[in-house]
């Protein structure tokens, strides 16, 4: 059974930083791709950054500059590190793993989500 568990969500300051961790486990063999999106209330989910298996990266113009993603492969997780926080930053945030299921056929999986709130 996939599992993704979130933490490090909170309330920071504007111009503060977080950082997001993302643990995963079940079928780890199978992860393709690892990553963040966020939602605010009445908005779709949104993309903030992924990166793959072979470390290629991709970012939010958003959050270009601002936000590091990057993952340790020996413990299955993958972090998000946020910093110069911005109010329009406040989301709830999701992992997000991609994974490979045999032949053309890949699976989204998402974690339950935790709440970044920037003050201004």
């Known amino acids: 059974q996939v599992q993704l568990v979130e933490s490090g969500g909170g309330l920071v300051q504007a111009g503060g930083s977080l950082r997001l961790s993302c643990a995963a486990s079940g079928s780890i063999n199978s992860i393709n791709v690892m990553g963040w999106y966020r939602q605010t209330p009445g908005k779709q989910r949104v993309l903030v950054a992924t990166i793959t298996t072979g470390g290629v990266t991709n970012y939010a113009d958003s959050v270009k500059g601002r936000f590091t993603i990057s993952s340790d492969n020996a413990k299955n997780t993958v972090y998000l590190q946020m910093s110069n926080l911005k109010p329009e930053d406040t989301a709830v945030y999701y992992c997000?793993?991609?994974?490979?299921?045999?032949?053309?056929?890949?699976?989204?999986?998402w974690g339950q989500g935790t709440q970044v709130s920037v003050s201004s």
């Open positions: 997000y793993n991609q994974r490979h299921l045999g032949g053309r056929t890949y699976a989204d999986y």
